[in-house]
């Protein structure tokens, strides 16, 4: 009779971090599970979240990653668009912390970063730093919501593409032909003119329409009570202009002509019909001086002045009320935009800009933050600076973006090494056992294999389920004729109660045999020839005791494995599957340092030995 005195614990499986192509990620472990875990730490906004690239504002599930977005200098606070390092997607389930209110709106995992100034008075803030958003706690933390300055640039030229239209001729036979006309590219040089052509673009955003006169006649056409500038700008431009006023309703405009080739362009750069407004890109690039001369058009033409001061803007065009944001910020000053419904006045939705205040939004003064539950996937970049202009529910922000983690660019500015103690997986993910972020742990899967327990430590085993996959042995299907007997802790050996352990686990056995071959033989020809072995064992089985031996494949993740570890190799544990419990940490602390590293083996009197952690119940 085989007598077993020790558990054995093998490893049969560890996980592989494959390292897609979309994600650029590095780390200083080799070690997957540690890996993983920090990586589904390291997490970012919500499926509502934009960012604002080049091309306007993008959901982050929408971009392909080639993308320049804008960011602000953590250390000049000059907004400037970089590319992406890395993007990344993933699912995630979980809380959410949460803050929405007039100036501000996001939705963010936990460990996201933010960047801003935590408030030291009432009338004082202090140096801006990133800090993981669920460790700002009930303090005062203020969110820049505007850029401090935006360098821009004039274009060297603004270019009108080559045009070409075809016109009927007739000839003295009466019968009618065509001619090709192609009329050349040109372009617009000099700041003056460039200047002046960005504020015609306004003007036709926001008060225009296309003129489809024939000849030079096409062009445009500036309604309302502008005269005098827009004629400025057409003298500037060199544009042949007039002026008339419709005896209908005494509304006067300006005709601006030039030909096909200023009419394709207007309709191409800024869109025809009110809702398709826009502005050229090159236009949101130039200089905080014209960009404020912008904003100031927009608001005289298709905004409002308030007594207080407060300005907005109200167009039926998204993407204007999209780019309006983006000017704002540029010029210093946070927004919002809200949708508001359609209208009898003009059959579309209509959107309001608001130009607010320079200073940041305050978090936790009128806003706090609140956790609120999410399932679903989570997108960030990780940018040079380390920052990115993000809005949800037209409400932009400066936040901190996704960890990096290791690498020749940890270093940069705004990178996640300006977090102290944080720059290796190590530190990283001794900080989530301190604060018990341990939901990150439950990424990390070892597979194995637990041979010479008894069925009795089984029974207590599988009671762990969560974060838990359990593969027996089954007495059903296998033979126990060989079968061996684990000898409880407490009874040693060469004593009486040896003695009568020995004797009762050779009778099971002996009653196991004979058992066995009585019902095979009760069994005869019944049935396949498996299930007849299958219903002689089952009945045999039921002579053998609790401390038969068996094996049993765990899957578990991190956090599981340390629950068990933990609950299992305290002193009030059964002696046996305390055993078991230090033999698994003494295999995971080997395979995973930083995840259970913190948790050792305190030896006892009695030369068993008990697990201690100063990180219970992460």
């Known amino acids: ?46 499926h509502e979240t934009q960012v604002l690239t080049r091309g306007g504002w993008k959901h982050f599930r929408d971009l392909d990653g080639s993308e320049d977005v804008l960011t602000k200098n953590p250390r000049s606070g000059v907004a400037e668009f970089q590319r992406p390092i890395a993007t990344h997607r993933y699912s995630y389930q979980g809380h959410l912390y949460s803050a929405e209110g007039r100036d501000i709106s996001f939705a963010v995992t936990p460990e996201h970063r933010q960047w801003g100034r935590f408030q030291k008075s009432a009338k004082r803030l202090g140096e801006y730093t990133f800090v993981r958003t669920d460790e700002i706690g009930d303090r005062v933390f203020a969110i820049d919501c505007a850029a401090d300055g935006w360098s821009g640039h004039y274009p060297e030229e603004v270019l009108l593409r080559e045009v070409s239209f075809s016109q009927r001729l007739a000839n003295a036979v009466g019968e009618y032909g065509t001619r090709t006309t192609t009329v ?36 445009i056409v500036i309604y309302g009570d502008h005269i ?36 394709t362009f207007f309709e191409e750069e800024c869109g025809h019909g009110s809702p398709n407004k826009k ?17 100031r058009i927009l608001v005289r033409t298709d905004g409002h002045t308030y007594a207080n001061g407060r300005e907005i ?84 922000h400066f936040s901190g973006n996704c960890y990096l983690s290791f690498g020749e660019d940890a270093g940069l500015e705004g990178g996640h090494r300006t977090i102290s103690g944080r720059t290796t997986n190590e530190s990283y993910l001794a900080n989530i056992l301190k604060v018990k972020h341990g939901s990150v742990l439950e990424h990390a899967v070892w597979t194995l294999l637990l041979e010479g327990v008894s069925r009795s430590l089984t029974h207590e085993l599988v009671r762990h389920r969560a974060g838990f996959g359990f593969s027996q042995l089954s007495q059903r299907y296998v033979d126990e004729s060989e079968i061996g007997f684990v000898l409880p802790p407490e009874i040693d050996e060469d004593t009486p109660a040896y003695r009568i352990w020995s004797r009762a686990c050779e009778s099971a ?43 049993v494949v765990v899957t578990g993740n991190a956090r599981a494995w340390r629950h068990f570890v933990e609950m299992r190799g305290s002193g009030s544990a059964d002696v046996e599957i305390r055993r078991l419990a230090v033999a698994v940490l003494e295999l995971l602390r080997g395979e995973a340092p930083h995840i259970f590293g913190d948790m050792h083996v305190a030896a006892q009197p009695d030369g068993t030995g008990t697990v201690e952690t100063p990180n219970s119940k992460v």
């Not at 499986?13 to 979309?22: D, K, N």
């Not at 000099?190 to 225009?208: F, H, N, P």
């Not at 058992?515 to 002579?543: C, F, H, I, N, W």
Request: overall charge positive.
């Open 184 to 219: 050349d590219t040109q372009a617009v040089v000099g700041r003056d003119r460039i200047a002046a052509l960005a504020k015609l673009c306004v003007y036709y955003a926001t008060e225009g329409s296309l003129s489809r006169r024939k000849g030079t006649g096409q062009g």
């Open 1 to 46: 009779m085989q007598i077993i005195r020790a558990p054995r614990v093998t490893l049969l499986a560890r996980q592989e971090f494959v390292y897609p192509e979309h994600i650029r990620w590095e780390s200083d472990s080799a070690v997957a599970g540690e890996v993983v875990a920090e990586f589904a730490g390291r997490l970012c906004f919500d």
């Open 509 to 551: 056995l002996g009653a196991y045999r004979e058992l066995l071959g009585e019902v095979t033989d009760q069994v005869g020809d019944d049935g396949p020839a498996t299930m007849r072995k299958k219903r002689a064992r089952q009945a045999a089985r039921s002579v053998l005791p609790n401390c038969a031996e068996t094996k």
């Open 313 to 396: 803007l109200v167009t039926t065009s998204p993407e204007l009320a999209d780019q309006c944001q983006e000017i704002l910020c540029k010029i210093g000053y946070k927004s919002n935009v809200k949708r508001q419904a359609e209208n009898q006045g003009t059959n579309h939705p209509t959107y309001l800009v608001s130009m607010k205040s320079p200073k940041p939004a305050l978090i936790n003064y009128r806003v706090h933050l609140r956790q609120v539950p999410y399932e679903g996937e989570v997108f960030c970049l990780t940018v040079p600076n380390g920052t990115l202009f993000v809005r949800r529910n037209g409400k932009p």
């Open 228 to 263: 005098a500038p827009v004629v400025a700008l057409c003298r500037t431009l060199d544009l042949p202009h007039s002026v008339w006023t419709d005896p209908r309703n005494g509304v006067r405009r300006v005709l601006i002509g030039g030909g096909i080739q200023w009419r």
């Open 279 to 295: 502005l050229p890109r090159w236009v949101l690039n130039l200089p905080t001086e014209e960009l404020r001369e912008v904003w």
